[in-house]
Structures are given as structure tokens and as C-alpha cells.
């Protein structure tokens, strides 16, 4: 089951907190999230506490076991994504979009990074 920010109304939150509210929902006790994470129940604990961080391939299995990215566990949704309200609406719309229309977007959006980075390069020697 994948959880969306925005039906569990998400606010800016530690990782924590967010580890904490994600193992609830699922049901979780703190010993079932270590088994499944395969880490001792006290590194669960100290994460919730705030006390301890998890090495990156810890936060891959929580997530795995949470049923969620990563980048859920790790950053408030402000932090991913555009920042400019107009790139906002464009990739919400984007979407929408076929496969083959996503593709094609795709294809453009990274045809303009190389364009710019071969820019940035130039500049740069």
C-alpha cells in the first residue's frame, strides 16, 4: 500500500516524526518494523527518538518495508520537486500525459539540461 502526502495531512516533519506516523499507519509495532528492517528493535527506537540516524541502505529497507520512496522518509514534500509554481503546474500536467507523450518530455527535458551543462562547461574553461 503507497501512501500520499496528501491524504495523511503531512507537515513539515523530522524524519522521526515521519517514521513514527508512516509504522503506525501500516500497523507496525517498533519490533515487526525492526525484524522486517532486520535491525535490532533499539536502532528503531533511536531513529523515532530522533537519537540515531540509519546508514542509507537502513533507510532503503525501512522504506522497502514502509512501502514508500525514500525520498518519503527523508524530505517534507516543499523540499522535492520545482520550486517555481509555473514548473509546478507543467510537471502536474506532464501527468497526464501518455507513456509515449512522457517519453517525448522526457527526451526534450534532457536534450535542454545537456544544452545548458555543455553551456556551463564552455564557461567554465
Do not use: C
Not at 501512501?3 to 515487526?32: D, H, I, P, T, Y
Not at 517525448?104 to 544544452?115: F, I, N, S
Request: glycine residues 6%.
Amino acid at each position: 500500500m503507497s501512501v500520499s502526502l496528501n491524504n495523511v495531512g503531512w507537515r513539515a516533519m523530522s524524519f522521526s516524526e515521519r517514521l513514527v506516523a508512516l509504522r503506525k499507519q501500516r500497523g507496525l509495532s517498533q519490533r515487526a518494523l525492526a525484524e522486517s528492517v532486520g535491525v535490532h528493535l533499539t536502532q528503531v527506537q533511536r531513529y523515532e527518538a530522533g537519537s540515531g540516524q540509519p546508514t542509507l541502505d537502513v533507510v532503503r529497507r525501512l522504506a522497502i518495508a514502509l512501502s514508500v520512496s525514500a525520498d518519503m522518509l527523508v524530505f517534507d514534500p516543499q523540499e522535492r520537486g520545482p520550486q517555481d509554481d509555473d514548473l509546478k503546474l507543467i510537471f502536474e500536467a506532464v501527468e497526464q500525459f501518455t507513456a509515449d507523450e512522457k517519453a517525448t518530455a522526457k527526451t526534450v527535458l534532457q536534450g535542454l539540461v545537456l544544452q545548458h551543462q555543455a553551456r556551463r562547461w564552455a564557461k567554465a574553461s
